[in-house]
């Protein structure tokens, strides 16, 4: 087994719902940040990268058929460049990474590009098809945007509960006020805002078109400003659209390779993948999985969290971040140092390349050695992935 690294990491700005994105399509959002991605590694021949993964949630679509070949083929890469698409909801992208490391580690692939897109704002409206032709009665057409659709009667009602309620419950065991969540989501948007100042993101986002900037940053918000918003979905409830993510457009690309991989590239990496796990738990506790999920990758790459330097998080929800951030032995300091999805965004198939992406950065501008990227997924399940910077090994 061999290990695999991170080479290069880009994203397109996250659009809001509606936004200035929302002219975009999916698979064009998708061809976006492979075009940049390729191009902070000019030496490199388009043509001997052995695969693509990319992550997708909806998939019902202009992102349907397979939305990482057609970024290829949209992108101008050769044909001769495979790419397939993961779907783990919210996780797809970081399962598209563990994949692609895997397939170096097994010596299946010495090039990888991974990524996801999503664009939630033209996610479609979908209609069940009949089994007889011509039914008398009505149809429902249902939203694709997220969530439960189609439901399986089957299935137990606690487990196809809203994503709200079940960070509701998850805030209710653990006892996670709501001026906590405000607090968190405040320091999302400051730190989102001050990333952007610093100049952060400079390097990791790539324009679409004349959209060079997340767009759901609030530098102005506060906990006495989102106090002052209605809960989201229980009338005495501590979620609201301040203390979650929004609904978003966006896509995001991480170039991973071998060791040797670096003399094709052209540059050396900056990080190596040491962990990788994933988690599952009750369907409703999805929120709370990623704690176990960083839990497995720390022991594969055999450190804990005292080693731990900076943690990427995805923010679903502020309650179910906090939750894991109060079960984790961690100083929440380190967490999300540069924003998190509450103000930069959370499209869906997007994120896990996101947090990967960003976490490799963060490590190096921090002059740390170990961080982990996790995050949670509908359904009850989380992913986790440790990586080592390479400048600190």
């Avoid at 007889?132 to 606690?158: C, I, Q």
């Avoid at 900037?213 to 906990?223: K, L, Q, Y």
């Avoid at 005495?236 to 003399?263: M, R």
């Avoid at 960083?294 to 943690?311: F, H, T």
């Amino acid at each position: 087994m061999t290990d695999s690294f991170v080479y290069a990491a880009v994203r397109t700005p996250f659009g809001r719902y509606s936004g200035a994105l929302a002219e975009v399509r999916p698979d064009d959002l998708a061809a976006t940040a492979l075009t940049g991605l390729l191009a902070k590694a000019p030496d490199l021949d388009p043509g001997r990268i052995d695969d693509v993964y990319w992550g997708n949630a909806n998939g019902a679509g202009e992102d349907n058929r397979n939305v990482g070949r057609m970024a290829v083929l949209l992108a101008g890469l050769p044909t001769s460049v495979p790419a397939g698409t993961v779907n783990r909801l919210c996780g797809s992208s970081l399962d598209a990474a563990i994949i692609g490391s895997r397939a170096i580690a097994a010596g299946d692939a010495e090039i990888v590009v991974i990524g996801g897109v999503e664009s939630m704002t033209r996610a479609p409206w979908v209609l069940p098809k009949p089994s007889r032709a011509f039914p008398a009665g009505n149809v429902e057409a249902v939203s694709t945007t997220l969530g439960w659709r189609l439901v399986n009667p089957k299935m137990p009602k606690e487990w196809t509960a809203s994503l709200g309620e079940c960070n509701e419950q998850l805030g209710e065991r653990f006892k996670i006020s709501r001026e906590r969540q405000d607090e968190f989501a405040v320091r999302s948007h400051l730190s989102s805002e001050k990333a952007w100042l610093d100049g952060f993101y400079q390097d990791l986002v790539v324009p679409v078109g004349e959209v060079t900037r997340d767009e759901g940053i609030r530098a102005d918000t506060s906990v006495e400003r989102l106090a002052r918003l209605k809960p989201s979905f229980r009338a005495d409830g501590t979620i609201t659209a301040g203390n979650a993510s929004p609904l978003n457009d966006g896509a995001a690309a991480v170039l991973l390779g071998s060791a040797a991989a670096a003399f094709q590239i052209g540059f050396d990496p900056i990080a190596r993948i040491a962990g990788r796990a994933a988690h599952a738990v009750d369907p409703q506790e999805f929120g709370f999985a990623p704690v176990e999920a960083a839990g497995k990758a720390l022991r594969q790459a055999g450190i804990d969290w005292s080693d731990v330097g900076a943690v990427e998080l995805n923010e679903a929800f502020a309650v179910q971040s906090l939750a894991c951030v109060d079960a984790w032995d961690v100083d929440p300091e380190i967490v999300n140092t540069r924003g998190g999805a509450i103000a930069l965004g959370h499209p869906l198939g997007a994120s896990g390349a996101r947090i990967l992406g960003t976490l490799a950065h963060v490590l190096r501008e921090r002059n740390q050695r170990w961080g982990v990227a996790a995050i949670c997924i509908g359904v009850g399940q989380a992913l986790a992935v440790v990586l080592e910077n390479c400048a600190q090994r």
